[in-house]
């Protein structure tokens, strides 16, 4: 039930046009919202108990969503929240999937307890589905619920597309230690990041394999010292791409990570395929989407991923860091594009196969077409040709964006989370680009 309230006045920052809509809930129901574009909407719980996918709020706090925020309040025993700003939509629904999300955590924390009680290793959870059918969400609401419970439970996240972690163009690993903040997500610190270089496991399709390998050995050696992460298990967010190499990249995914449980969303078909091709060990889980999962359009999704790359240099919301610009001289650093375009077998060096040609590390000619592109800082050490091989599986330290560039001069100007010099000079450029409009 939805009524007018007045606005009220806080420390917050107002939101222009701000009547407050009234919301009671009744228990085990949700108010789903989407915010309009260029508006920002806040939401205040002014009874009961609410959570926003998995994360609790605090009674008479202000939360506030930017531009195309897509959010679903949901209670358990009943509350009543209050909007405040121009919402697209906001309705109340009774019909949600949160009674089996949750059950499927309580499955997965018996699996937890188990683990700790025979010194065993904690549930490894592949999540898949389609596009746009809440994977990235049960994704989060699994791991508050388990960070929750006191478990440190590990995100892996191979949606290059629309990467929770880092930014777009990247897989990565972030160790889970508090449930995600209801306005910014999982706190972001010292992931394991590597870099893919495009927005589509499509591209290059073997060093997507690769890189999930080396995410699940890299795991797996934390898991072996340290018996937390071991138990707390990991939550493995999945690409949308669920058919052809897609789907080889997921069936490779659940072997390199020894998967035990697979929560398929929303497709039958892709349930019963994994159901066929995984070892009968696996449990695969069919579950439903949630009504409220809302479709993104292109633009949506393109959108989106500036803005991650935007929060990685300015900070949330574009507040917190201050990025720096400088000069790079062309001579000390060296850049490479992992892959070579495929050519035609019968032009292949003799013994040398396509998939050789995917892993290459191809050194790049820097030139006025680098200028926007998204590059990688390799960990690589620099300097030897030994060292090189490891290029393609060295994680990242971090990323610069390269603004401008003067031919005649030999020097490129590059926006950098920190000062000069770079810590590294092995970069990797990604297909990805980035205006700086700020
Ligand atoms: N119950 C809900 N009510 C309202 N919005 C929701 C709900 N669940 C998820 N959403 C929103 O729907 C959008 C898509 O969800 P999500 O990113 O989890 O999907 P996905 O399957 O991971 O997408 P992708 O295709 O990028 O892999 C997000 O903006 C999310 O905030």
Redesign the pocket.
């Not at 596009?131 to 969400?137: E, L, M, P, Q, W």
């Given at each position: 039930m939805a009524t007018e309230v007045a606005e009220k006045t806080g420390e917050d920052v107002p939101v222009p046009g701000a009547g407050g809509t009234r919301f009671d809930l009744e228990k085990e129901t949700?108010l789903?919202f989407e915010v309009e574009a260029g508006e920002r909407v806040q939401l205040e719980l002014l009874t009961g108990l609410a959570e926003v996918f998995g994360s609790e709020l605090n009674r008479n706090k202000k939360y506030t969503f930017g531009p195309g925020s897509?959010?679903?309040v949901f209670t358990w025993q009943g509350c009543g929240v209050c909007l405040y700003g121009k919402t697209e939509v906001a309705y109340v629904s009774k019909d949600?999937p949160m009674l089996l999300y949750l059950n499927t955590h309580a499955a997965l924390e018996q699996m937890r307890r188990l683990a700790e009680r025979d010194n065993e290793r904690g549930p490894r959870v592949m999540v898949v589905?389609p596009?746009?059918?809440?994977?990235?969400?049960v994704c989060r609401l699994l791991l508050s619920y388990a960070v929750r419970l006191g478990r440190r439970p590990t995100l892996v996240e191979l949606?290059v597309?629309?990467s929770g972690v880092s930014v777009p163009g990247t897989m990565s690993a972030l160790c889970i230690e508090r449930p995600a903040d209801v306005e910014e997500g999982f706190s972001v610190q010292a992931p394991l990041v590597f870099h893919f270089g495009s927005t589509s496991p499509g591209t290059n399709i073997k060093l997507y394999n690769k890189l999930t390998s080396s995410l699940a050995e890299v795991y797996s050696q934390r898991c072996e010292v340290n018996r937390k992460a071991s138990v707390g298990g990991c939550i493995i967010n999945t690409?949308?791409w669920v058919k052809g190499s897609g789907y080889q990249a997921l069936v490779h995914c659940a072997s390199a990570f020894e998967v035990d449980v697979v929560l398929v969303l929303d497709q039958e078909r892709l349930y019963n395929e994994l159901k066929r091709d995984l070892p009968h060990f696996v449990r695969v889980v069919l579950l439903p989407k949630?009504g409220?999962?809302?479709e993104?359009s292109k633009e949506c999704r393109r959108e989106t991923r500036d803005e991650k790359i935007r929060e990685y240099f300015y900070g949330f919301r574009g507040v917190s860091f201050y990025p720096h610009a400088f000069d790079v001289r062309f001579s000390d650093v060296r850049i490479y594009k992992i892959g070579a375009p495929s050519i035609p077998d019968s032009c292949l060096p003799l013994g040398m196969s396509q998939d050789d040609t995917q892993l290459k590390l191809v050194p790049v000619t820097p030139g006025r077409d680098l200028t926007h592109h998204v590059l990688s800082v390799s960990c690589a050490e620099d300097g030897e040709e030994g060292s090189r091989r490891g290029v393609v599986e060295s994680p990242v330290c971090g990323f610069i964006v390269v603004t401008a560039v003067d031919t005649q001069a030999q020097v490129m100007t590059v926006l950098s989370p920190a000062p000069r010099p770079l810590p590294r000079h092995t970069l990797l450029i990604m297909d990805i680009r980035f205006i700086d409009l700020k």
């Open positions: 949700e789903r897509k959010i679903a949600t589905g596009t746009d059918v809440g994977k990235s969400t949606d597309g629309q690409c949308g949630s409220g999962v809302v993104r």
